[in-house]
């Protein structure tokens, strides 16, 4: 089953690749060619990114930063990868627009809903910067609330992990990937695959969640064209 309109989720940390900090160009142009693919095959795809490449607010927040302030700079961080995201995409020929839920109009649109929704419908790629613009909210949960906003199919949100494990991977060799997982047992068991806020608003809106591989060449198509790759969260296991 193909999906006719879905969110991607990209996290910052994704976008620096093996370098320590920052934004990996090459990264960026392979996502953008994965992304590419998936626009010309009639699949309407928005993008949330997040900017823990550059700061993340509870890092800042720990070192003793006021919280909101931290979470703030933080989203300042969204949109910078978002731009260059916006950069890769278009010189791979995809149109693509930036909208950010904080206003800097010099850069990028402010986020409106039935704006974005029509940039979709056109075949452009819409790249959501600045989270949801309120501070104590992560992007995960950014993700899942502009997908029900735009009636997305589906959340992909792509990782460096093939997929939902019931303990770290990296750690622990003998690691369990789920293929299929509910929501519920999601938050009963407290996986640490998004937060809390995010898993609950897809399930409260019924928009299933793909944990994928984004470094794995081609799956972000695949995800699309709904062939078996990484774990599924869902109301139904």
Do not use: W
Not at 13 to 42: C, H, T
Not at 62 to 82: K, Q, S
Not at 87 to 110: N, S
Not at 205 to 221: D, R
């Amino acid at each position: 089953m193909a999906y006719a309109r879905a969110l991607l989720k990209l996290s910052g940390e994704a976008l620096m690749g093996e370098q320590p900090y920052g934004i990996d160009p090459a990264i960026v142009q392979s996502i953008a060619e994965d992304v590419s693919q998936v626009v010309s095959n009639g699949t309407q795809l928005a993008i949330v990114v997040g900017g823990g490449n550059i700061f993340r607010g509870l890092k800042g927040s720990a070192a003793g930063m006021d919280r909101a302030t931290a979470d703030y700079v933080g989203m300042l961080a969204t949109v910078m990868n978002a731009i260059t995201l916006q950069d890769g995409l278009e010189r791979a020929g995809v149109p693509t627009r930036v909208q950010t839920a904080i206003e800097m109009k010099e850069v990028a649109e402010p986020y409106i809903r039935r704006k974005a929704i029509r940039h979709l419908e056109k075949g452009r790629v819409v790249v959501f910067g600045g989270g949801c613009g309120n501070p104590f909210f992560t992007t995960d949960t950014t993700a899942a609330l502009r997908a029900a906003e735009i009636n997305a199919n589906v959340v992909f949100k792509a990782t460096k992990v093939d997929g939902v494990y019931d303990r770290d991977p990296k750690q622990f060799p003998d690691a369990i990937r789920y293929k299929n997982l509910t929501f519920q047992e999601v938050l009963s068991r407290e996986i640490g695959v998004m937060d809390s806020t995010a898993i609950a608003l897809c399930k409260d809106n019924n928009i299933p969640i793909v944990v994928f591989n984004l470094f794995e060449p081609g799956n972000i198509s695949k995800a699309v064209a709904g062939e078996t790759v990484g774990s599924r969260i869902s109301n139904t296991s």
